[in-house]
């Protein structure tokens, strides 16, 4: 008789291991098959977009965004002004978010109505600004198409660099990319007449439409400085200058021959420095 309930238990337990072995592969099937037509719908969907769009592969990864890849972290460092919304921080271009200076070519009108280099001027505003409350660092928001890091910047003290420029009137409100987060300052601005709001100016997103078929300068120019005693007499190599300090392209062209940190103002290495001057 115990015999036969051993048994009986036995019998049991052996039906139970294999109803449960039955359950797991039926889940594993399930979860296998799930994965499957999930691959299957993306390939599906990025095959008829190609066809749709007549876009390669290559452009349609560049469309689509890389949901996996890590964001970089955040860069802290002395910056150096390129032009009104860009910086650099250990040698990385940094394009500040949600707003638009003008071009370091750009002229606007003062209130006189007389011609001045308002890119330039915003460049200086902007340097100034900067030099008050270093380091600055710079949140990642996005890389732009010129693989510049699109990053929300402040300095040491916590100001907001963008606000701060279009507060002062020194750069715009770009609605495409800041979906109106400096507006209300912007109006500011605009009421009180401050920067490039005291007269008259064109859009920089206008301007660069407008002027998209200048010509590049050529990488192969070559300078003869005229003056050069005259020139050397009045520069010095000590203390290092940024583009926002030198009044004249004679200026920036002796320190871009002379001093071993003039590289420093040809950004592009196309012989030219400080493009905002020359």
């Known amino acids: 008789m115990r015999n036969d309930r051993q048994s009986h238990r036995h019998r049991s337990r052996l039906r139970r291991r294999q109803r449960s072995s039955v359950d797991r592969t039926s889940r594993s099937t399930r979860t ?3 994965i499957s037509l999930g691959v299957i719908g993306l390939a599906a969907s990025a095959y008829a977009a190609v066809s749709l769009t007549g876009r390669s592969h290559g452009e349609l990864a560049a469309v689509i965004p890389n949901q996996t890849a890590a964001k970089p972290p955040s860069i802290i460092g002395a910056p ?4 009104g919304d860009t910086i650099e921080i250990h040698g990385q271009r940094i394009r500040l978010n949600g707003i638009d200076a003008p071009e370091s070519r750009q002229l606007c009108k003062d209130a006189n109505g007389l011609e001045y280099p308002c890119g330039r001027r915003s460049a200086e505003a902007l340097d100034a600004f900067l030099a008050e409350a270093r380091p600055v660092q710079c ?3 996005a890389w732009d198409r010129y693989h510049r890091f699109v990053g929300d910047c402040r300095r040491a003290d916590g100001a907001s660099v963008a606000s701060w420029m279009v507060e002062h009137g020194q750069a715009l409100d770009w609605p495409r990319y800041s979906h109106g987060t400096y507006a209300d300052l912007q109006a500011q601005a605009k009421s009180g007449k401050v920067g490039l709001w005291t007269g008259e100016f064109e859009a920089p997103w206008d301007w660069r439409a407008g002027h998209s078929d200048d010509p590049k300068p050529s990488t192969n120019r070559k300078f003869n400085l005229v003056n050069q005693g ?3 007499q009045s520069y010095s190599c000590q203390p290092r200058r940024y583009c926002s300090q030198i009044s004249s392209c004679e200026e920036a062209r002796w320190y871009l021959s002379n001093c071993s940190w003039g590289g420093k103002l040809d ?4 012989g030219i420095p400080c493009e905002g001057l020359c």
């Open 80 to 83: 150096s002004v390129v032009d």
């Open 267 to 270: 950004r592009d290495s196309d």
């Open 32 to 34: 296998l098959a799930l």
């Open 139 to 141: 949140t990642f928001v």
């Open 230 to 232: 005259q020139i050397a």
